[in-house]
């Protein structure tokens, strides 16, 4: 069984809901990513409390014809949000993205802060890793069979 804790990325991007669209899109950019947590941060923890995509900033804002320096987060963001505790299992996980269909759930710890995002794209590479480590058992096992009849 694979916990949350061992498959998320812990590097979370976030930003307040005060933040401003542009200011969240600059972000956006500077990491290389798609998404923000949004977190309150009011009483020194990092509880998130909604989520910013690039998508949410296309539909929501540039679309609408919003201006982006104007524009708060907490206005586009989504909310409530879905989250998993970091000790739960990857099947839990994928079945609360499935009935919420959600790509993307904020991992947080027993307090609620965040400690990492669970993506679809960790699942994939997890799953490739687990699919490569079969190769490698069926591999060695054709070199040991092919070694033996030497």
């Known amino acids: 069984m694979t916990l949350l804790k061992e498959l998320c990325t812990m590097d979370v991007a976030c930003c307040g809901k005060t933040t401003t669209v542009a200011e969240a899109a600059r972000l956006m950019r500077q990491h290389h990513i798609g998404d923000l947590v949004v977190a309150d941060d009011s009483d020194g923890t990092r509880e998130p409390v909604g989520i ?8 929501k804002v540039v679309a609408q014809q919003r201006d982006p320096a104007t524009t ?4 586009i963001m989504t909310a409530p949000l879905v989250v998993a505790a970091e000790s739960e299992d990857t099947e839990t996980a994928i079945e609360r993205m499935r009935s ?3 790509r993307r759930l904020p991992v947080v710890d027993d307090a609620g802060t965040i400690v990492g995002i669970l993506t ?3 699942f994939h590479r997890f799953q490739a890793e687990r699919a490569a480590a079969l ?9 040991r069979e092919v070694r033996g009849r030497r």
């Open 52 to 59: 910013l995509t690039d998508r949410d900033i296309v539909t």
């Open 72 to 75: 708060v987060v907490a206005e």
């Open 100 to 102: 919420h269909g959600v």
């Open 120 to 122: 679809l794209d960790d």
């Open 135 to 143: 190769v490698a058992v069926v591999t060695q096992e054709r070199t």
